[in-house]
């Protein structure tokens, strides 16, 4: 969405256009993904669910250590299929966002040669 400023049901759209020929692939990865992530904050929940505070806090340091994970993983696989499908260039990406978000050129006064 913020890549290629696609919206709603555009993006979905976008989206399933993508994993067009790698349906079972992507869920493959989704749910290989939600279990490297689901199995050690289960196991430790397990585990510290006799601490209160210092238990809770854990929980959550953990929690956000692999929901970043995910978002790792999940970044890399859309621009792996961006790659594979469009001959995207990563290269190309950020020249096009640097231009956009650059200020304009300032006008500087050519010195004349006499």
Do not use: N
């Amino acid at each position: 969405m913020v890549v290629e400023r696609r919206f709603g049901v555009t993006a979905l759209r976008r989206s399933s256009a993508l994993i067009k020929s790698a349906w079972w692939r992507t869920f493959g990865i989704f749910v290989v993904v939600e279990a490297v992530q689901l199995v050690p904050v289960r196991i430790l929940r397990i585990l510290w669910s006799s601490m209160w505070v210092e238990g809770i806090l854990l929980r959550g340091l953990v929690a956000s250590v692999g929901y970043a994970y995910i978002a790792i993983v999940l970044t890399v696989y859309y621009f792996d299929r961006r790659c594979r499908i469009e001959d995207f260039d990563l290269r190309h990406l950020a020249e096009q966002i640097r231009a956009e978000s650059a200020p304009p050129p300032a006008i500087t006064a050519v010195p004349s040669i006499e």
